[in-house]
């Protein structure tokens, strides 16, 4: 079963607390994203492996540690996950970047895919899949079920804020992936949108409404 990581540092609180309200202006919020992301990648690629090797410092020769050569790829859903990408790029500049494209049906709620482009090599990658809101959890399903059709084995899920109903919904159909949150809502509204939230994730990251 995926485990759920609810990563609640005081400074990722700090910064959610300020993109949550709604007199925050786009550049603000997208710089809190940003930060925040960064923040979050910190925690999430903790159990990331490491490799030994032989270092000569200017006293001694000495065993040290390196990142092993694992093959990472971020996949941002657009397009609000687009906000998330540079900030864990600051972390893992190596990383490849696939790009899944899908937008939530106002009416029905469920996810459309509108474009995927990944790295060639899928199966060889782990990957972590960012958006910013996990609401009924549709658009993550879809996006997980789109890289492991595609070969992934290995899939991470973070996000900003998520529903009850939607991490639920999640690892219901994926029981492997482990998801990480900055905090976790009240529940979903008639809309589907999450209570408290931040409303629209994309429409505040990008000035559009
Ligand atoms: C938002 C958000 C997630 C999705 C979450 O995207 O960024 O992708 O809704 O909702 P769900 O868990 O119920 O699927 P939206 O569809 O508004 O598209 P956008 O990123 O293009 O604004
Ligand atoms: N998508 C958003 O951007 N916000 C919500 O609250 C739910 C889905």
């Known amino acids: 079963m995926g485990k759920v990581h609810i990563l609640d540092h005081p400074l990722i609180q700090h910064k959610l607390t300020h993109i949550r309200q709604k007199d925050t202006g786009t550049k603000e919020f997208r710089e809190l994203?940003?930060?925040?992301?960064?923040l979050m990648a910190f925690e999430a690629t903790r159990d990331l492996p490491l490799d030994e090797v032989e270092i000569e410092t200017p006293i001694s020769k000495t065993k040290a540690k390196v990142i092993s050569g694992k093959k990472l790829g971020i996949v941002p859903i657009l397009r609000a996950g687009m906000g998330m990408l540079d900030g864990i790029l600051k972390l893992i500049p190596a990383a490849k970047v696939g790009h899944i494209g899908l937008y939530r049906d106002p009416k029905t709620l469920?996810?459309?895919?509108?474009?995927?482009?990944?790295?060639?090599?899928?199966?060889?990658?782990?990957?972590?899949?960012?958006?910013?809101?996990?609401?009924?959890?549709?658009?993550?399903?879809?996006?997980?079920?789109?890289?492991?059709?595609r070969g992934a084995k290995n899939i991470k899920f973070m996000c900003l804020i998520a529903a009850p109903e939607g991490v639920e919904a999640v690892t219901k159909a994926h029981p492997d992936v482990n998801i990480y949150i900055a905090a976790l809502d009240e529940r979903l509204n008639e809309k589907g949108y999450i209570v408290p939230g931040l409303g629209d994730a994309g429409d505040r990251l990008f000035g559009t409404k």
Do not use: Q, W
């Open 33 to 38: 994203v940003d930060e925040i992301a960064t």
């Open 110 to 149: 469920k996810p459309v895919e509108y474009y995927v482009k990944l790295p060639t090599d899928v199966a060889e990658r782990d990957f972590i899949i960012v958006d910013p809101m996990l609401a009924t959890g549709g658009s993550a399903i879809e996006a997980i079920n789109s890289l492991k059709k």
